[in-house]
């Protein structure tokens, strides 16, 4: 843990490793259990194209997306409840969002060798005053944010396995996403790839 951010683009936050080691493997563990019960799968944009990422949830709601657009659902694909989000993880969303609401979703991202995920806006919850708070395990990823239209200025940044950020007030909104992965960077996942954690208020 760190006592402050030590990256900040328009108040989008970074702690650079902010879980050692050992929170890594613990959080990891966590992290089986969710996907043993919630597998994960890959959405299909709304245009029919699945995404090069995969994703599960855990929480009240998970994130999801095929034809009839992005949105949040109260049961897995396969018909059961999401699993709970581990108080180990709403431990570290209380630590740095102070006394925020309880997240409702916590949407896991798979990213094997190839996959990234293009510039958006996280503007599917009801209220956009929440934070939304992401957590890195496994290899590099170079994370590009942006400003609150799509043609401003962006800045890129390597997150790192236990780095941790939060995108609160004027960055809450900024356009933001994945360029690539650094395959084989941490030894973290024994088959490689990058798992990104992210908590969010939905209602
Ligand atoms: C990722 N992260 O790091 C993708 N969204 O794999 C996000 O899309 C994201 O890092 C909202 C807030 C923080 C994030
Ligand atoms: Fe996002």
Redesign the pocket.
């Known amino acids: 843990m760190v006592a402050g951010a030590n990256f900040n683009f328009n108040g ?1 936050q970074v702690y650079k490793g902010y879980l050692d080691r050992f929170e890594q493997h613990a959080l990891l563990s966590e992290l089986r259990m969710i996907v043993s019960k919630a597998p994960l799968f890959s959405p299909l944009t709304p245009w029919g194209k699945p995404m090069s ?1 995969k994703m599960t949830s855990a929480g009240k709601y998970g994130w999801y997306s095929d034809h009839k657009g992005y949105r949040y659902i109260p049961k897995h694909p396969n018909g059961t409840h999401w699993p709970e989000i581990p108080r180990s993880i709403q431990a570290i969303w209380h630590d740095l969002c102070g006394d925020q609401p309880n997240p409702e979703c916590c949407l896991v ?1 798979y ?1 094997e060798k190839k996959a990234k ?1 293009g510039l ?1 806006q ?1 503007k599917d919850e009801k209220n956009l005053m929440h934070p ?3 957590i ?1 395990l496994g290899d590099d ?1 170079l ?1 590009r944010i942006g400003g609150q239209n799509k043609n401003d200025r962006t800045e890129s940044i390597w ?1 790192s396995s236990g780095d941790v ?3 609160s007030g004027a960055s809450r909104l900024a356009y ?3 360029d690539r992965i650094k395959y084989g960077s941490s030894q973290l996942l024994k088959s490689g790839g ?1 798992l ?1 954690l ?1 908590l ?1 208020v939905v209602d």
């Open positions: 989008c990422v991202n990213y995920m958006h996280d939304v708070l992401s890195s990823a994370f997150l950020l939060v995108m933001h996403g994945i990058r990104n992210t969010r």
